[in-house]
C-alpha cells in the first residue's frame, strides 16, 4: 500500500486586508480548515509562500510561529477549548499576562456581554457563555487577526447568533481582522468578502455591498 | 485470540512508556520477595537440618574444672537427652603471614571419631589420627580468612609454651555457623578462629586429664529446659559453674537467628511498599484509561457486550501490565537470592547452603502481585463494568473546579494564573494528590532509612565504640588473674607508652527474682585509654563505689539507681555482695556492668589485683610489640581494635556497596514510577487543554510547566513528607533492635537526607523530562476540531 499525496489546499491566492471581516464558507474536506491552520501559523504550506506583514510564515519554525500566534493572533474554537480550572475571568488574564498591550481582562469580558460572570468557572457556563469567554479571551491581547473556526458550531440558533453578533462587535470597535470559518452559507451576509472553497481552491470571491447585522440573519 | 483482546495488546502497546514504569516497581516489589524469601527460608532450612543432623545442643554450660566423675551426675540430671563433656581453652595463636597475635578456642574432640553432639562436618582433610597429639582441625572461615589447608601448620602456646600444631582439616560445627568471639559485635576470622584437638592432647596440657569445663547437653522429650539448667547450675556451682545458658543465649545461633528473623521482616516490608505502589499506579492508569474510551465502552455495551465481559476486560489489561514485571522480577529475585546466598556464605558457615526459590515462593509471587494489580483495577473496573451505555456514549462532563482552599483565604492574587491551574487540579482530587505524595515519599523514606541503617549507624557506632570508648591500641587478657603490679611488667614491652589494667571477673547479678549472667568490668578509677561512653557521646565517670550499669542491663533487672543488687561472683572464692547500683549509662553495644576495679578488688575480697590491660603503643614499634606478645605466655588473648574494625570495614563494604546500589535503584524506580505514570495521565487528561493554550501563543516551556508544575508540586511536598516518614521508620527500627547486643542511635545525618533528596528529585526531574519531551508531538491543530 503506497501512502496517496492529498492537496488539501492548491494554487492559493488570498489577500487579507486590516479590519475586515471576511467569511470562508466550504463543505468538509474543502480545505477551509487547512487555510485558516496556516493562516493561524499551526500549520506550514509544503509549498508556496505565506506573510503576515513581514513575518514568513511559511517557515517551519515553532519558535517563530509560537511569537506570531502569541503577538498576532486571536483563535475561537468551535468547542470554546476553555481551561476548565480557571474561571472566565482567569482564562482571558492567562492570556493577557503574556501579551504585550492587553486590554483589561473584565473589560474584555464585558465586551463580550459577560460582565456578570467573571468568576464562574466554564463549568458553570452555558455553550454560548463559555463561546463568548473564548472570544473574550481571543480579544483582550488586541490581536491584528481574530481566527474563528465554526463558532456556532456547537450552539442553538439563538446562542449562536449571541457568539456572531460579540465576533462582529470585536470587529467593528477594534478594527480586527477577521475571518470566520463555517459551513453555514447564511452567515455569509455578514461579511465584507465571502471566499467560498471547493476541492481545495477558492471558488469564488463575493463583497457584500451591505453587511447584515448578525441579528438579522436566518438560517 | 478475540477481537476484544486483540483491543486489549493494543492498548498496552500503546501504553507501553507507563507500561514499562509499572512493571519496573512490579518487578522490584516481585524481585525483593523472591530473593528475601527464598533466601530467608534456605537459611532457615538449613539452620535446622544442619541443627538436627550435627546434634547441636540445647543446653550450654562453662566452669573451672570438674573431675570425670561429675559427667554422669550431670547425665542423670532429669530431662537430659545426651550430654558432651569437652575442654576448651583459649589461647594465643601465631599465625603464619599475620603479624599481630591472633586469638584461638582450643576444644576437645574424642580421639576416636564417633558422634557426639555439637558434631563436625570435615569440609577438607582428614580427622585428627589417634596418638598424633600435634593434630588439629582448624575452623571454615578462619582457615578462609588466612588460607590455611591441611598441611599448614601454625603455633599455639599451650601449656605455657609454643607448641607448632599440624593442620589436618578444616571443620564446621553447628556452635560456630557465625564464627565471633563472645561480646563482640564484629567477626574477625582473620584474627580468631576455633581449632579443635584431641581430648587426650588436650586435657593433660590444660591440667585438665581426668576432668572438663564445658558442657553441652540436649534435652529429653517433654523436658523443661529452665529446669535442667536449674540443676546443672546447682550441680556446677562448687566446680566454678559460670552458668548453663540456652540456644538463644549461645552466640552464634544467637547472630544466625536474629538475621533469619531481619530477614523475614524486610522480606515482607519492602515487597509490600512495591505492591501498595504497583496497585496505586494500576489504579490511576485504568482509571484514566477507562475515561479516555468511555464511548468506546458505549459502543460495545451497546452492540450486547456484557458488563461481566467488559469488567474483566479492563481486569485482564491490569493483569497483563503486571505479568511482564512479574516475570522480570521472578528472574531477578532469582538471580539476587543467589547474590545474597553467596554473601551470607561468607558470614555463616554450613556445610550445604543450598539456594532453592521453591514453587511457593514463585506461586506466592504472581499471586501476590496479581492481587495488588486487582486491588488497583478495582474502582476502574466497577466503573466500567457499571457505566449505562447511554451514558457512556456521552462525552464525560467537564471536570468541576472551584476556587481552593488556599484562593478562599484571598491569596490567590499572589500567585500568576499559571499556578493556580496547578493548585486547582491537585485540589481538585485531594485523595490522588495524597497517595501520589504518599507513593513518592514511600520512595524518600526507603533512601532515608537505608542510609540511616547502611551509613549513619555504622559510622556512629564506630565513632562512639572505637574512637571515644575504646581508645587503647592493644588490650590484653592473662590466663589467670595477676597481682596489679604486673602494670609495670606491661609497661617495659617494647613501644607501650601508656598502661591501664583492668579486672574482670564473670558474675550473676540478682534483683528480686530477675537474674542476669555478666562480666564485671573494674576499670581504673582514672581510665583514659577505655572510657565508658554514652550513646550522645557523654564520658562517664565510673562511681568509686557501687555499680555502673547500662540502661539496657538495669532494665532487664527492673533496678534503678540508688536501689541494691545481689551480686554473685562466679570466679575465686565465689563471694555474694549486696552492691548498690550507683548509676546507669546509654551504651550502644553490649550489656554492661562497670565497678572501680578497687571497688571490685574489695568485692572479690583480693588485693589490687588485674585481669588484663589496656595498652596504649608507639605504632613504630606495633611489630616488635607483637612479637613480645606472641612469646608471652601468661597472655591469653590479645585484641587489636584498630585491625579488628579494619577487617570489619572490609569485610562489610562490599555487602553494603550492593545494598546500597539496590535501594537506590529501588527508589529510582518507585519515584520514577510514580512521577511519570502521573505525569503520563495529566498529559492525557490535559493535552488537549494544553495544545489549545499552545494554539494561543504559549510556548512549550510555559506549557510544560502548567503540566509538570504539578508533579514538582507533589515531589517537592513528598520529600519532606518523606524524611518524617524515614524519621519514623528509623525509629520504630531503633525500637525494634533494641537488643541486649545493639542498639542503634536514632541520628539521621544531613548527608543521607541530601542524599535522599538528589535521588528522588534527580528521578522526578528525569521522568519529568521524558514526559516533556512528549509535548513536542502535541497535535496544535486536533484541538481546533475536536470535542475533549
Not at chain 2, 569440609?123 to 599448614?152: H, I, Q
Not at chain 2, 537467628?257 to 504497583?278: C, D, K, M, R, Y
Request: glycine fraction near 8%; hydrophobic fraction near 45%; aromatic fraction near 8%.
Amino acid at each position: 500500500m503506497g501512502d496517496i499525496d492529498v492537496h488539501a489546499l492548491r494554487s492559493v491566492n488570498l489577500e487579507l486586508y486590516k479590519g475586515e471581516l471576511v467569511v470562508l464558507l466550504g463543505a468538509s474536506g474543502s480545505g477551509k480548515s487547512t487555510l485558516l491552520n496556516i493562516l493561524g501559523g499551526l500549520d506550514v504550506p509544503t509549498s508556496g509562500e505565506v506573510f503576515y506583514r513581514d513575518h514568513n510564515l511559511s517557515i517551519d519554525d515553532d519558535a517563530e510561529l509560537t511569537h506570531y500566534r502569541r503577538e498576532h493572533v486571536g483563535f475561537v474554537f468551535q468547542f470554546y477549548n476553555l481551561i476548565p480550572s480557571l474561571t472566565a475571568l482567569e482564562n482571558v488574564e492567562l492570556v493577557t499576562d503574556i501579551a504585550e498591550d492587553p486590554m483589561p481582562a473584565d473589560q474584555a469580558l464585558r465586551l463580550v456581554g459577560l460582565g456578570d460572570r467573571l468568576h464562574h468557572f466554564p463549568a458553570q457556563l452555558s455553550g454560548g457563555e463559555q463561546q463568548r469567554v473564548a472570544i473574550a479571551r481571543a480579544v483582550a491581547k488586541r490581536p491584528e487577526v481574530l481566527l474563528c473556526d465554526e463558532p456556532t458550531g456547537a450552539l442553538d440558533y439563538s446562542t449562536g447568533k449571541l457568539v456572531l453578533e460579540a465576533i462582529e462587535r470585536v470587529n467593528r470597535e477594534l478594527g480586527t481582522t477577521t475571518v470566520i470559518i463555517t459551513h453555514n452559507a447564511a452567515i455569509a451576509d455578514m461579511a465584507d468578502r465571502v471566499l467560498r472553497m471547493r476541492s481545495g481552491q477558492i471558488a469564488e470571491v463575493r463583497h457584500n455591498e451591505k453587511k447584515a447585522s448578525p441579528r438579522d440573519l436566518v438560517w | 485470540m478475540k477481537t476484544l483482546d486483540r483491543k486489549l495488546i493494543r492498548d498496552v502497546v500503546h501504553l507501553r512508556g507507563q507500561v514499562v514504569a509499572i512493571a519496573l516497581v512490579v518487578a522490584c516489589g516481585v524481585a525483593s520477595f523472591v530473593a528475601m524469601r527464598s533466601t530467608y527460608n534456605s537459611l532457615l532450612m538449613s539452620q535446622q537440618s544442619y541443627y538436627e543432623s550435627y546434634r547441636f545442643a540445647e543446653v550450654f554450660a562453662q566452669l573451672k574444672r570438674a573431675p570425670d566423675s561429675i559427667a554422669s551426675r550431670i547425665s542423670e540430671i532429669p530431662g537430659v537427652g545426651t550430654a558432651e563433656f569437652r575442654v576448651v581453652a583459649d589461647v594465643t595463636l601465631d599465625v603464619p603471614g599475620l603479624n599481630e597475635p591472633a586469638k584461638g578456642r582450643i576444644i576437645s574432640i574424642p580421639e576416636q571419631r564417633r558422634q557426639m553432639l555439637n558434631d563436625l562436618y570435615l569440609r577438607d582433610g582428614r580427622y585428627v589420627e589417634p596418638g598424633r597429639r600435634d593434630e588439629v582441625l582448624v575452623s571454615g572461615a578462619f582457615a578462609t580468612a588466612n588460607s590455611l589447608k591441611p598441611g599448614s601448620t601454625l603455633s599455639a602456646v599451650i601449656n605455657g609454651k609454643w607448641e607448632k600444631l599440624q593442620i589436618v582439616g578444616v571443620a564446621l560445627s553447628p556452635e560456630y555457623v557465625y564464627e565471633i568471639r563472645s561480646g563482640e559485635i564484629f567477626p574477625d576470622n582473620r584474627r580468631s578462629g576455633v581449632l579443635w584437638m584431641s581430648r587426650e592432647a588436650l586435657g593433660p596440657a590444660f591440667n585438665m586429664k581426668g576432668a572438663f569445663n564445658d558442657v553441652a547437653l540436649t534435652l529429653a522429650p517433654n523436658a523443661v529446659e529452665a529446669d535442667v539448667i536449674q540443676r546443672l547450675d546447682d550441680l556446677l556451682t562448687s566446680y566454678g559453674g559460670l552458668g548453663a545458658y540456652n540456644r538463644a543465649d549461645q552466640v552464634s545461633n544467637y547472630f544466625l537467628s536474629n538475621e533469619i528473623g531481619e530477614l523475614q521482616v524486610t522480606g515482607t516490608f519492602i515487597p509490600g511498599i512495591f505492591l501498595a505502589v504497583t496497585a496505586f499506579l494500576i489504579h490511576l492508569v485504568l482509571s484514566r484509561m477507562v475515561a479516555t474510551q468511555r464511548q468506546e465502552l458505549g459502543v460495545l455495551k451497546a452492540f450486547g457486550y456484557g458488563n461481566y465481559s467488559i469488567g474483566f476486560h479492563y481486569l485482564k489489561l491490569a493483569f497483563l501490565i503486571v505479568l511482564g514485571g512479574v516475570a522480570l522480577g521472578i528472574g531477578a529475585g532469582w538471580y539476587f537470592g543467589l547474590k545474597i546466598t553467596a554473601l551470607y556464605m561468607e558470614f555463616f558457615r554450613f556445610p550445604v547452603l543450598r539456594y532453592e526459590p521453591g514453587p511457593l515462593v514463585i506461586s506466592s509471587a504472581v499471586l501476590i502481585s496479581l492481587g495488588s494489580a486487582a486491588i488497583g483495577a478495582l474502582a476502574a473496573v466497577r466503573h466500567a463494568a457499571g457505566l449505562p451505555p447511554a451514558e457512556a456514549m456521552r462525552p464525560e462532563p467537564p471536570a468541576r473546579f472551584r476556587a481552593g482552599f488556599v484562593e478562599r483565604l484571598g491569596f490567590h492574587r499572589l500567585v500568576p494564573t499559571s499556578v493556580r491551574i496547578i493548585l486547582r487540579n491537585l485540589e481538585r482530587r485531594p485523595a490522588k494528590a495524597m497517595l501520589s505524595i504518599f507513593g513518592i515519599a514511600l520512595a524518600v523514606s526507603l533512601l532515608v532509612v537505608g542510609f540511616f541503617l547502611y551509613f549513619d549507624t555504622i559510622e556512629r557506632i564506630i565513632q562512639v565504640q572505637f574512637d571515644m570508648a575504646q581508645r587503647e591500641d592493644v588490650s590484653v587478657t592473662f590466663h589467670e588473674p595477676r597481682p596489679a603490679n604486673v602494670k609495670y611488667d606491661l609497661a617495659h614491652l617494647p613501644g607501650v607508652i601508656r598502661v591501664e589494667s583492668y579486672r574482670a571477673a564473670p558474675a550473676k547479678l540478682r534483683f528480686a527474682h530477675r537474674t542476669r549472667r555478666i562480666a564485671l568490668l573494674g576499670l581504673e578509677g582514672t581510665a583514659d585509654l577505655r572510657r565508658v561512653v554514652s550513646k550522645d557521646f557523654e564520658p562517664v565517670t565510673i562511681p568509686p563505689d557501687g555499680l555502673l550499669l547500662t540502661s539496657q542491663l538495669a532494665e532487664i533487672l527492673s533496678v534503678r539507681p540508688g536501689q541494691i543488687v545481689t551480686v554473685e561472683v562466679l570466679e575465686g572464692a565465689r563471694p555474694v555482695r549486696d552492691v548498690i547500683v550507683a548509676g546507669t549509662v546509654d551504651e550502644l553495644v553490649g550489656l554492661s556492668a562497670y565497678m572501680d576495679q578497687r571497688a571490685l578488688n574489695r568485692l572479690m575480697q583480693e588485693g589490687q589485683t588485674s585481669s588484663g590491660a589496656f595498652l596504649m603503643v608507639e605504632s613504630s614499634r606495633i611489630p616488635d610489640l607483637y612479637t613480645q606478645l606472641k612469646q608471652t605466655p601468661a597472655i591469653s588473648s590479645v585484641s587489636i581494635p584498630e585491625v579488628a574494625l579494619a577487617s570489619f570495614n572490609d569485610t562489610i563494604a562490599r555487602t553494603i556497596n550492593v545494598s546500597t546500589v539496590i535501594l537506590i535503584a529501588f527508589a529510582v524506580i518507585i519515584a520514577f514510577g510514580m512521577v511519570y505514570n502521573g505525569a503520563r495521565i495529566a498529559l492525557s487528561e490535559r493535552g488537549h487543554e494544553l495544545a489549545s493554550l499552545r494554539v494561543l501563543g504559549f510556548t512549550r516551556s510555559e506549557i510544560g510547566f502548567m503540566l509538570l508544575g504539578e508533579q514538582a508540586v507533589l515531589t517537592l511536598v513528598a520529600i519532606p513528607v518523606g524524611f518524617a516518614l524515614g524519621y519514623g521508620i528509623a525509629g520504630l527500627i531503633t525500637v525494634a533492635i533494641d537488643t541486649e547486643l545493639i542498639r542503634f542511635p536514632l541520628f539521621i545525618s544531613a548527608r543521607s537526607y541530601a542524599l535522599a533528596f538528589l535521588v528522588v528529585a534527580g528521578s522526578a526531574f528525569l521522568s519529568g523530562y521524558l514526559v516533556q519531551w512528549r509535548l513536542r508531538h502535541l497535535d496544535l491543530v486536533a484541538v481546533l476540531k475536536t470535542r475533549e
